[in-house]
C-alpha cells in the first residue's frame, strides 16, 4: 500500500505561484509513475500532469502546459507540482496519484493510490 499526502494548496492571486508536494508512505514510489488531477465545483475530474518513474517523462494537459513543471524526488519519496501564472480557472481541489501502470497516465482509472487533496483557489 502506498499513502499519498498532499501540501501546499491555498489562496492566491491571478498570475501568482504555488507549489504542491505529494509525499508517499508505505513504499518506495520509485517503481510508480505519478500523476496530478483536479477537480472543480461541479465539474469531472481533470488531468494536470504525469510523471514516469524515472522523472525523465513528462506528461501535461493542455491548459496548464508552459505554467506547471511536474517533477519527483525518488530519494524523498515526494511528488511536486510547481504551478506559476495561476489563473482563475485552475481554482480547483488538487489530487495526487500514483500508479504501477505505464499508461494511460491521462485516465484517473489508471491509478491505484490517491491523496486526500489539496484547495487551491485563485482570485482573480
Known amino acids: 500500500q502506498v499513502q499519498l499526502v498532499e501540501s501546499g494548496g491555498g489562496l492566491v492571486q491571478a498570475g501568482g505561484s504555488l507549489r504542491l508536494s505529494c509525499a508517499a508512505s508505505g513504499r518506495t514510489i520509485s517503481n510508480y509513475a505519478m500523476g496530478w488531477f483536479r477537480q472543480a465545483p461541479g465539474k469531472e475530474r481533470e488531468f494536470v500532469a504525469a510523471i514516469m518513474w524515472g522523472g525523465g517523462t513528462t506528461y501535461y494537459a493542455d491548459s496548464v502546459k508552459g505554467r506547471f513543471t511536474i517533477s519527483r524526488d525518488n530519494i524523498e519519496n515526494t511528488g511536486y507540482l510547481q504551478m506559476n501564472s495561476l489563473k482563475p480557472d485552475d481554482t480547483a481541489v488538487y489530487y495526487c496519484?500514483?500508479?504501477?501502470?505505464?499508461?494511460?497516465?491521462?485516465?484517473?482509472?489508471?491509478?491505484?493510490?490517491w491523496g486526500q487533496g489539496t484547495q487551491v483557489t485563485v482570485s482573480s
Open positions: 496519484a500514483a500508479t504501477h501502470r505505464p499508461s494511460p497516465l491521462r485516465l484517473w482509472t489508471t491509478y491505484d493510490y
